[in-house]
């Protein structure tokens, strides 16, 4: 069964500053890779998705994120945060064949960015 | 295009009671998933329904259904409400294409609280 990882509970950033979400995913093919954004008692908004091709995509907001399948890897960066970044964020996988629509999704991070 | 609804907003039901959530998925859309997000499991996937026909389902007892109609909206029902079914619900909906295009997209979700 896939699985995915966010190692980073909690992570703090200065307004400005660069940033890197971590996302490490078990799965025996290539999978249909998603970073999703929550603010607090909100829905998910999806930020950039990754099925195949470039390795390198990019979403809404200025964020990217780079798939690394020697790595597992899907890590989520942005150049420079921005207040407003504060949310939640969530890396998710969706497997193929008979899983429809089954997101199997990391325990999330959590963003705090100070000014 | 209108994004994903969901009524209500927010519940509080007693133990014993039984609930009834309601999803809109995005015009056109025809693959609804449903998820429940706590605290301390986080997200995680209940069934996804395409066509009226259930394709998946994930670990939740059998208290917890749903069904699709044919405009593609979409319910969820719990029955024998528990404290423990207190959670966010969230229904997503996503245009399912061979060859890519899998993306979901949620609404802002139903915060049931359960006395």
């Known amino acids: 069964a896939q699985s995915v990882t966010q190692p980073d509970i909690h992570i703090t950033v200065s307004e400005g500053a660069s940033l890197e979400l971590r996302c490490n995913y078990s799965y025996g093919a290539t999978p249909y890779l998603f970073w999703y954004v929550q603010s607090p008692g909100q829905g998910l908004q999806l930020l950039l998705k990754?099925?195949?091709?470039?390795?390198l995509v990019q979403g809404i907001k200025g964020f990217e994120a780079e798939f690394k399948r020697s790595q597992s890897s899907f890590n989520l960066r942005k150049p420079s945060v921005h207040w407003s970044d504060a949310a939640e964020y969530f890396c998710a996988v969706l497997a193929g064949g008979t899983s429809y629509g089954k997101l199997t999704f990391g325990q999330g991070t959590i963003l705090t960015v100070h000014p | 295009k209108a994004g994903v609804t969901q009524t209500p907003r927010y519940l509080i039901k007693t133990r014993g009671q039984q609930v009834t959530l309601s999803c809109s998925p995005i015009s056109g859309h025809r693959s609804v998933s449903w998820y429940q997000q706590t605290p301390g499991q986080g997200l995680q996937f209940l069934f996804e329904y395409f066509s009226e026909t259930q394709r998946n389902k994930g670990n939740f007892p059998g208290r917890f259904s749903g069904r699709q109609f044919s405009n593609s909206r979409s319910e969820m029902n719990v029955s024998t409400l528990e404290l423990g079914d207190s959670a966010l619900y969230l229904c997503?909906?996503?245009?399912?294409?061979?060859?890519?295009?899998?993306?979901?997209?949620f609404g802002p979700g139903t915060r049931l609280t359960v006395t």
């Open positions: 997503a909906s996503s245009l399912p294409q061979k060859g890519g295009s899998y993306e979901q997209y």
């Open positions: 990754y099925f195949s091709g470039d390795t």
